[in-house]
């Protein structure tokens, strides 16, 4: 079955930089995309980026641009996202979930998730 | 950006009765394809969100038929008829009709 294995929780300092993996399986790799969201301590879920693991088209949220890489292993069908300059308000949970292959179908999916990552950024 | 608001905030029902929760986008979301690009999550403590229904009114596979999504334009709805105990936890609403995509606030919802 579809299924979407993120790695594990991190503790970061203000100003370093988290590399999160969501290794992705039970479904063909470059049919969809992978949309990366995080979710802050008692608030609702905000879309940070978008890969398509068809052709490695990528978008970003403004609020992420220049912050946020996501990139695409095809050969491990792994999707990993990298957020740089790390601030407190950066600590939340971080999901990946499948998506559209194509930019015109960002959110149009989100039907299988990650279990989630934790990242805490403290001094 | 458009932005999505629910409402109520948070619901407390008494099992075996309906819920119903109101999502209002800040502009229409009927996309030039004809499709209205409106998605309902539905999160338990702990958990990954779960999807409930794509496009307004499209119910996932494994979701109770005592679930409904309605809706068109800028204003959805997505109705409980009869709340079991495991309907607990947070709804959201979503949109992808514009970019970015955009979550609603979340709806609590509890057991009286």
């Known amino acids: 079955q579809i299924h979407l294995a993120q790695s594990g929780a991190e503790v970061k300092k203000p100003g370093a930089s988290v590399k999160i993996s969501c290794k992705t399986s039970g479904y063909r790799f470059k049919a969809y995309g992978v949309s990366w969201m995080r979710q802050a301590p008692g608030q609702g879920p905000e879309w940070m980026g978008w890969?398509?693991?068809?052709?490695?088209?990528?978008k970003y949220a403004e609020t992420f641009q220049g912050r946020v890489t996501v990139t695409a292993d095809t050969p491990t069908t792994t999707v990993y996202m990298e957020l740089k300059s790390l601030r407190s308000d950066d600590t939340a949970i971080y999901f990946c979930?499948?998506?559209?292959?194509?930019?015109?179908?960002?959110?149009?999916?989100?039907?299988?998730w990650g279990q989630g990552t934790m990242v805490t950024v403290s001094t | 950006d458009v932005v999505m608001t629910q409402f109520p905030l948070s619901l407390a029902v008494t099992l075996g009765q309906p819920a119903s929760i109101s999502c209002r986008s800040s502009?229409?979301?009927?996309?030039?394809?004809?499709?209205?690009?409106l998605i309902w999550f539905h999160q338990r403590p702990g958990q990954s969100p779960r999807r409930l229904f794509y496009k307004v009114s499209n119910r996932d596979s494994g979701v109770p038929r005592r679930f409904s999504g309605s809706g068109s334009g800028t204003d959805f709805t997505l109705n409980i008829t009869r709340v079991e105990a495991e309907d607990v936890g947070v709804y959201y609403c979503m949109q992808a009709t514009h970019w970015p995509p955009a979550f609603g606030q979340g709806t609590k919802v509890e057991i009286k």
């Open positions: 890969i398509s693991c068809d052709d490695g088209d990528t």
């Open positions: 979930a499948r998506d559209g292959m194509v930019v015109d179908a960002i959110g149009v999916a989100l039907d299988s």
């Open positions: 502009e229409s979301l009927l996309y030039s394809d004809g499709n209205t690009y």
